[in-house]
């Protein structure tokens, strides 16, 4: 009988080929025949990188810094850059995964990198710099801009008009939950602009931080933005940061169960989705501003403290840097006791926080920014004033990590 074969790995299949004697063919041969070349097309993987590594992305200047994607096992991956001399090399492992270990020179840019396999992926717009991550809650999140239910920071309007940074980099994290961490996310890089700035609905804490920096260094800077209104700071930490410190037992028993509660909520699901797919990304350090969740929720008052200082260790532990420089703000003025809501229990609530934040400078390499000074209107918990919280966290950062003399960076 006329007919043809294919052959893929001992695999042999016989097609009929129609002749004017045939009435027909057979339709589950054919459907065998296009399964198998689609097999075997789907077996040479190419390369594929996670969201944090493409172009416009900022890497942090003189460290090791990992650059790592996917591809077929075994697979040789070429990594070129127009700062190194010669090529670097890694095979894929068994698993489909690969990582490089690149030593970044000091600040500069743009660079081109290209990535070579059986496909090759050219990066272009590539600085090195300062790269911080901006986290928090709605008093991070809050745009230079409009807001649902919140109004715009001071003099927004020309804010966001003379954002143009085409060395300040913006990676805004979307946000999800996971109860296991996730190794990537749907995001990518944005060269700062009017238009990014406003569309991102970026956070103003971090960009006037990031700005500072960027002026007063004159370095590029990238900042990841990683926020999520309302949240509090068990969400945000790792299962391993709730068993490095005492008194934190039920949290992290909770955390190593998926689905199960602990003082109400579900821990570390805000950390496994929005922060643990950058862990692998090298980073200076983390500004944050949080901690009114904690305190209307379940009146934290000192209890914080504790909480803070798990998140702070188990970051840490995530992106293998013991010392990593954590700034925070604390958190402002605000009628918790007297609003019509009775958010707290007690008038006392509010203080008690206070100094369980500022008993976190305990922890070395920490900073903290007052913000008594900065509240325009003590019924609006979401202060206006964004501009100088992300100058004072700059202030801590050029101070103590950058050095900078002439800064006075403590707060009374």
Known sequence: ????????????????????????????????????????????????????????????????????????????????????ETPLYTNTLTDSTWNLLILTPSAGGPYNITLEGENAITLSEIYIGEVWLCSGQSNMEKPIGEQRGQQPVFNHEEEIKNADYPQIKLFKVPKRKSETPLKDIES??????????????????????????????????????????????????????????????????????PGKKAEGLVPSIFYNAMVAPLTNYSIKGAIWYQGESNLMDINDGLRYEVKQNAMIKGWRNAWNKPEMPFYYVQIAPYRYYIDRQKRVNSPNELPLLWEAQTRGLQIPNTGMVVTTDLVDDLSDIHPRNKLDVGKRLANLALDNTYQLEGIKSESP
């Not at 406003?198 to 804490?205: G, H, Y």
């Not at 800077?221 to 068993?243: H, K, N, Q, Y």
Request: charged share 15%.
């Open 1 to 84: 009988m006329p007919g043809f074969y294919y052959k893929k790995s001992g695999l042999f299949i016989t097609i009929n080929i129609l002749t004017p004697t045939m009435k027909r063919i057979s339709l589950l041969k054919t459907f065998l025949l296009i399964s198998v070349i689609a097999i075997n097309q789907m077996a040479s993987a190419s390369i594929k990188l996670p969201a944090l590594v493409g172009s416009n992305m900022v890497l942090q200047q003189q460290t090791n810094v990992n650059i790592w994607g996917t591809a077929s096992p075994g697979e040789k991956i070429t990594f070129r850059a127009d700062w190194l």
């Open 188 to 257: 990518s890089w944005q060269t700062c602009t009017p238009t990014s700035i406003d569309e991102l609905k970026f956070s103003a804490a971090g960009y006037f931080f990031g700005r500072e920096l960027h002026q007063r260094l004159n370095v590029p800077v990238g900042l990841i933005d990683a926020t999520w209104g309302g949240s509090r700071i068990e969400l945000w930490t790792p299962t391993e940061g709730f068993s490095m410190v005492d008194g934190l037992d039920s949290l992290a028993a909770a955390a190593q169960t």
